[in-house]
């Protein structure tokens, strides 16, 4: 495929509209000769001390390039996102809030992001009490007694969750076989529990898009492990029966599993560990504001009730009487590790600074949350359809059952978005509602940013009625046109070739 | 409260716009028994959090501020300042999943290079766009070799493999009906060949190898391949250092068929362990079992070249159980910071970074050689770690060390608390040779 050698942009353009060209490829800007890079000289004998046979050639194709040229490239790649610094970026259930740069710089200071997860005790005593101190600041907003920061994110979390349980209920003799899970879960769920070795069972959903509590109870046998029960689920919906969930769960010997996703709808209102949930993941992600990153890292620590504490992953961490602190290793029941040393580090020096931001008045974070979603509600109910109209939390799931009669989906409207300068809802769940449009505005958008959303998906609505070929064919002045997904399936380019 | 731009007096218009009385209306679905004010210190100003959380950084030694030789799959490599400085752009810092391509070129553009640069380095077909770190690559990769095998129960790898990768595979195939066979390293440091080909069988998916391995020594891919392809499994390469692949025989080119591993070597900071990068690359014919993202280039409605997230069927908010993994997220930051800093080293310094780790460690291992009362109990060729058998108990020694500013190695006292005298000496281009001399000194007990 060949591409435009970059000139500067046209003068004359959609200023709307981003440089239509595409960009090259890093590798495509490379030329023989080129230095990006800078060593010291060599101050030992130069030996190869490896046999020929177990080494390489040169790594044909790599890149010649300078460091000028690599700004350029990156910079300008990065202008082809959209972002939440650029403005509103309501992706339902994955809580794209404010990233506080003070964050940014604590998780940089050399005593965490160049330190060693093996360097001696004596040496790392302020990791460790940092995540001491985080483990206690999530155990107090979950009224739970222990935490778990390991999991690298929050399927890792659920997996983690679920194994916990498995062990546990192992101890008593019988693992048992099934997990029960609410229509309208995150599609995680399931295959975390059966990752730990558990068939799934689906719950169908009540009228109001919640838990149907004559169903739950048939469903509860004595071989159900474990609800893993989304609060509030992804319709936005809390569980207002939730202490009578945890009854019929618990009555049984079952646990309750929370996903934490959704914590920021409540998070310094309500505690999980009241509502009888035994064992919740978070993501630090959403709802303690450590970055996306275009796709993480994330980080997804697991809060357990008292009798899951045995279990859970080694290390933990732990405080002597004298103050200084240390890893656990021995703990002769744990259900072992998820992956290597602590896990995202970088993201608990992030998280706790967050807390420590909001502090006792961390609740005013779900109180914005949940405000502004019912704003959005209430700015756009009537003009798009309202499957199920139970009280919003922190997000509202509408569908594109008008607008799909005239010929115009989901997808459409979202594409439109893009052209008024906003990131579109999520689309692809909750599954029970067809053609969603799951909007989560977060705390961090003021009252102008939300009227003008609630405009333009009112003018977008409107749009569908009176020009729907303009919905169809959006985004109009985005730096590509709607992308061929079907073609890059099929035909799968994975990597360029030198 | 500087991250909430709501006053409260647009509050009020809000609530007054949505016919509620108050915030707390809005949570009546929220039982009263559950409510409860958390028990916090009060909230924190920028200038506190930087006192406090600085306070807890400074208590910490680092790489910087000493003669630094920890490795054990975390290594400290050069990074080049425009990488990291080029991940505060909030373009990529504040953008999520670039589940809508026509406002994420950006970040697909970047995955498709990352997926580049790991298969070039590797040598192998296709590469995914990251997944957490090495240990849980492996599993992904394990169970990648288990679906395409179609019916095999056993993995068998070598006991060389990083102790914390084989404690999570151990803990991911516990509750799946999967047999593991750890396979004990030979006299020289790597995996005794015999006893791998004797463990291999008809109900094999997959054997495991790593190179560097554990104990730093460079096993030859062939052998691990050579066992697999006998029996018709899969041979998975693990890399923890992969600073070595711009040296070392590529797994390609080695019969692997799928490689994983750890990259943080490449342009990711220590982070005290994490944020690392996993990552994973195989054959063409295998790709559509690859777990993970995929960014693939394709066209946009008018003919230009553009890239999207591909092969999304594969994934759980589709498949949900029936899900290849249970991987939500990638470690895009963290992969985008690896692709500028292959970029920017390029052909000529990824060899020549791996080439100065490699002589150096060459020339510190030869100066702990000839000191009295040390051993090197391995004798294969090495990277840029290896192994050494210290007088004593080697976690006193190097807590004495670590007391004078060295951190002088990693002591297998960490994983294994029997194994008491051995520690593993890693080397990078970081390391000056003055720094290799004092260690060199301290070890022997004298004055550095």
Known sequence: MS????????????????????????FERSGEGKIGYSLPPLDVPDTIGIPEALCRAEVAGETQISEVDVARHFTRLSQRNFSIDQGLYPLGSCTMKHNPRTNEEMARLPGFAAAHPLAPEALSQGTLELAWLLERALAELTGLPRVTLQPSAGAQ???????????????????????????????????????AGYTVRELKSNPRGTIDLDVLEKAMTDDVAALMLTVPNTLGIFEDKILDIARIVHAKGGYLYCDGANFNAYVGVAKPGLMGIDVMHMNLHKTFSTPHGGGGPGSGPVAVTQSLVPYLPRPTVERRADGTFFLDYDRPESIGRLRTFLGNYGMFVRALSYIAAYGNRIGEVARGAVLNANYIRAGLSGVYHLKYDGPSMHEVVFSDKKQSELGVSNVDIAKRLMDYGFHPPTMSFPLIVHGALMIEPTETEGKPVLDAFIKAMREIARECEESPDLVRGAPHTTPVKRVDEVGAARNLVLRWRP | MKFLPTSDGERREMLAAMGARSIDDLFASVPAEVRRDPDLPPPMSEIEIRRFIGGLAKKNVNARDTAFFLGAGVYHHYVSAI?????????????????????SQGTLQSIFEFQTHVCLLTGLEVANASLYEGASALVEALLMAERLSRGRTKAVLSGAIHPEYRETVRTYFSNLGLELVEVPVGVDGTTDARALAAAVDEKTFAVAVQSPNFYGVVEDWAAGSAAAKAKGALSVAVIAEAASLALLRPPGEGGADIACGEAQSLGVPMHNGGPLLGFLSCRSEHQRQIPGRLAGMTKDAEGRRAFCLTLSTREQHIRREKATSNICTNQGLMALASNIHMSLLGKEGLREVARQCHAKAEYLKGEIAKLRGYRLPYGGPTFNEFLVEAPEDAAGLLARLAARGILGGVPLSRFDPADRRRFLVAVTEMNERVEMDRLVAALAGRDA
Do not use: C
């Open chain 1, 3 to 26: 591409v435009e050698v970059e000139t500067p942009a046209a003068v004359a353009r959609d200023p709307r509209r981003p440089d239509p060209r595409p960009l090259p490829l890093v």
């Open chain 1, 157 to 195: 979390g659920e997996l983690a969750g679920i194994l916990l349980v498995r062990k546990a209920l192992e101890r008593t003799g019988r693992a048992r076989k099934t997990v029960l899970i609410p229509d309208s879960a995150h599609g995680t769920n399931p295959a975390s529990a059966h990752f």
């Open chain 2, 83 to 103: 990488a990291d400085q080029m991940l505060y752009r909030a373009e990529w810092l504040t953008a999520y999943t670039p589940y809508q391509p026509e406002i």
